[in-house]
């Protein structure tokens, strides 16, 4: 709803009106100080005087926001004409940059897919020999290959040596998240403290995973300021 000038002009004689009844209370005070009933008159009339004010105050302030918001639209499209070259570089560089962006997180989600498919064929396939080879008769700890289950079920296979075991598909797409927030956003971002415990477990269940695949290099990036530097920086202004 538009707000007019004789809104404004009412809301603001409507105050005056109630001021005055209220220093006319306070001048029946001064004559009856000890009168209940008076004072009673002049509270009522103080608070209704202070709450017709602040509409009038706030009508007022509603109004002036109105006015300025008319100006803007009625200047917008000379403002629009005059920047329609810094217009157009931003639609053609965000647009293209946008697009490049989706892409890289269409690629991204579908590598993670694909890590999740590739984790639980390796997992599938080290569940699997290791019970034939149990089954053998050949468990871990008699020669360089052998296999064996453990209290939990999981499996445990060792081939020529080398010793595989099963890694948790989400744990290992959470590891990797880490590594890219750690290494290219920030050591100190908020989402490392949620991805630090499946990251732990892949790095202390997995160890030779985790030593086959470097973690990405670390970029750094201009500190972002933030709520505390504003704060530093009013109390130094003080």
């Given amino acids: 709803m538009r707000i007019t000038e004789q809104q404004i002009e009412a809301a603001e004689q409507r105050a005056q009106t109630a001021e005055a009844e209220r220093d006319a209370a306070a001048r029946e005070l001064e004559l009856s100080p000890y009168s209940d009933l008076v004072a009673g008159r002049h509270t009522e009339a103080a608070r209704t005087a202070a709450q017709l004010r602040a509409n009038a105050r706030e009508l007022r302030a509603a109004y ?9 639209r009625a200047s917008r499209p000379e403002l629009e004409r005059a920047a329609a070259a810094e217009i157009a570089a931003a639609r053609a560089e965000v647009s293209k940059l946008h697009e490049g962006f989706v892409e890289a997180l269409a690629g991204a989600q579908e590598a993670l897919v694909g890590l999740v498919a590739a984790a639980g064929a390796y997992n599938a396939a080290v569940g699997s020999h290791a019970d034939v080879l149990a089954a053998a008769g050949l468990d871990v700890r008699g020669g360089e290959t052998g296999a064996e289950r453990t209290a939990l079920g999981e499996a445990r296979l060792k081939v020529d040596g080398q010793l595989f075991e099963p890694v948790n ?10 590594r890219v927030v750690e290494s290219r956003v920030s050591d100190r971002h908020h989402l490392l403290g949620a991805l630090n415990g499946a990251s732990i477990a892949v790095e202390q269940g997995a160890p030779t995973v985790v030593k086959a695949v470097p973690a990405p290099d670390r970029v750094e990036r201009p ?11 009013v109390r130094g202004s003080r």
């Fill in 169 to 178: 598909e989400g744990a290992v797409t959470a590891w990797v998240a880490r």
């Fill in 223 to 233: 500190r972002r300021y933030g709520l505390a530097d504003a704060y530093r920086a």
């Fill in 64 to 72: 002036t926001a109105q006015l300025d918001e008319e100006r803007r």
